[in-house]
């Protein structure tokens, strides 16, 4: 049956001299369909006579078999219509059941779930197209969760969804609640779940690693059922409907704060159509499990090597760290907003995080270091080991060229005096020599001579190849063997 508009351009072309092969081809209909209206425009208001199937005569008896067992497979229908005359093959059967059981499946009604106070929070991503910073384009994402008693709402914005952004929303988002629920119901993606076979579910290692501490029982919607986190489609819909337009962004920063004055002024305190509450009025009855105690914040986390510009990549951009770093390897951790460099868990120097790509951020401080010792020099393993010491070492390191000495004679001297008096007592003389400008390690000697006493500790064993006798390595951090002892007892727990 073809529409009225189409039945009038076959009307009108004709009308222009256009034959009738010519008039198929411009609406794209065959010839014999323009024939047929021609002879009667009205047909399409004449009743179609529905073909006959075999089955007619036994649909009641069919539907009266599904009525007590959906399930019931075509060979058991077929041996009971056949008994009854019906001449037709299994396959027109299956056919019909397939249909039939499809459209059962489009009409099943779904009881609206609702959970208890604190029992659930339901969480997903959403894609909110890209933001540029100079000429660098960033996709930006949402975090959206929603605790489904009171509609509480809360969005983080990002420019990434790995492992360690989610982790470190989902924290946010448990502050942001002030607590944690029974159960966190995701979607199926990656950073979540690994493996699905049917029911069987594999959950994401990291994921649960860091769950645990909250004791948060993941639970996983089943593929194609949107209808399981029916909560947190619709509160997606509403934040791109009612907080992304005619808004404008300049960063990711501004995304979060715009985001959360929406939270607080328009989404959390608007009338609900479901509850007919305010969510926040709502959270009131909500009672989460507290925050557990010493929980660090998740953070992106890297082993990075400082190389010999002093910097450290890290996102196509480059860091740059002190120079006496440089060879090093330290870690880098970030989160959407800044970067933190550690050395030993100590932080050496930290930035705003740069979101544009292949560019270099650095300090004065650390070209004003560069520009007293060359570069060449701080790359020598006797100067970056000394540097390595700390603060106070590196200042005296920086002040030693002034007294116009042979720079690595002497911190090879002052080396063999950590050697000999220990870190402890050699600080100490390098605090009094730089309150004193004494610079120079026969200072430094004179000063350990004087008022400390040689620890008992011996000298390395002498090797033939000098390049060897002159490695000194960094001591070791004993939180490097305690997380090594953690995750090996977590494993066999």
């Known amino acids: 049956m073809k529409s009225r508009q189409v039945v009038f351009d076959i009307f009108r072309l004709k009308n222009e001299g256009c034959s009738t092969r010519a008039i198929a081809r411009t609406i794209g209909i065959g010839r014999n369909t ?42 058991v229908i077929l041996r009971l219509i056949k008994e009854q005359g019906y001449k037709g093959k299994i396959t027109i059967l299956r056919d019909y059941l397939q249909r039939k059981r499809k459209q059962s499946h489009q009409k099943r009604a779904f009881i609206r779930f609702e959970s208890k106070p604190g029992e659930q929070i339901q969480i997903d991503w959403a894609h909110f197209g890209s933001i540029s910073y100079g000429d660098t384009y960033r996709k930006v994402y949402a975090l959206v969760a929603i605790e489904s008693y009171s509609r509480m709402l809360y969005v983080e914005f990002t420019h990434s969804m790995n492992q360690q952004t989610l982790h470190g929303c989902l924290f946010n988002a448990f502050k942001y609640f ?13 950073t979540a779940v690994t493996e699905r076979e049917s029911r ?7 994921f649960l690693d860091f769950l645990r501490p909250f004791s948060i029982n993941p639970i996983a919607c089943n593929p194609g ?3 399981e986190k029916g909560k947190i489609e619709r509160a997606i819909r509403y934040l791109r409907r009612n907080f992304i337009p005619l808004a404008s962004f300049e960063d990711i920063k501004d995304y979060q704060q715009q985001v959360l004055n929406w939270l607080d002024k328009v989404a959390n305190i608007r009338i609900h159509q479901t509850t007919g509450e305010a969510p926040k009025e709502r ?8 925050l557990p105690d010493l929980i660090p914040q998740p953070l992106e986390t890297a082993t990075v090597i400082v190389h010999k510009d002093f910097a450290v990549k890290f996102d196509t951009n480059s860091y740059t760290t002190p120079p006496w770093a440089i060879g090093k390897k330290l870690t880098l951790k970030a989160n959407q907003y800044s970067v ?11 930035y705003p995080r740069c979101w544009e790509r292949k560019k270099r951020l650095e300090t004065e401080a650390h070209l004003e270091q560069v520009k007293k010792l060359s570069r060449k020099l701080w790359e020598t393993r006797e100067i970056s080991a000394f540097a390595a010491l700390g603060e106070e070492f590196r200042d005296y390191l920086e002040q030693l060229p002034s007294a116009n000495l042979s720079l690595k004679k002497q911190v090879v001297s002052l080396l063999n005096l950590l050697d000999q008096y220990g870190i402890k007592s050699l600080s100490w003389a390098i605090l009094k020599a730089l309150k004193h400008r004494a610079y120079g390690a026969d200072y430094i000697e004179n000063i350990l001579y004087q008022e400390m006493i040689p620890i008992n500790q011996y000298p390395p064993v002498k090797l033939k190849n000098e390049a060897l006798n002159r490695i000194r390595l960094s001591a070791p951090t004993l939180t490097d063997y305690d997380a090594i002892a953690l995750k090996r007892r977590r494993y066999h727990d």
């Open 34 to 75: 323009v024939v047929r209206y021609l002879k009667n425009p009205d047909q399409s208001l004449i009743p179609r006579l529905k073909p006959v199937s075999k089955l007619d005569p036994y649909k009641d008896d069919i539907k009266e078999a599904l009525e007590k067992d959906p399930s019931v497979g075509a060979p």
């Open 200 to 206: 069987l579910i594999r959950f994401n290692g990291s």
């Open 340 to 350: 933190w460099v550690y050395h030993k868990n100590k932080l050496i120097c930290s």
């Open 283 to 290: 959270f009131l009855k909500v009672s989460l499990k507290p």
């Open 178 to 190: 002030g607590g944690t629920p029974k159960t966190l119901v995701v979607d199926n993606m990656l």
């Open 225 to 227: 059922a949107p209808y």
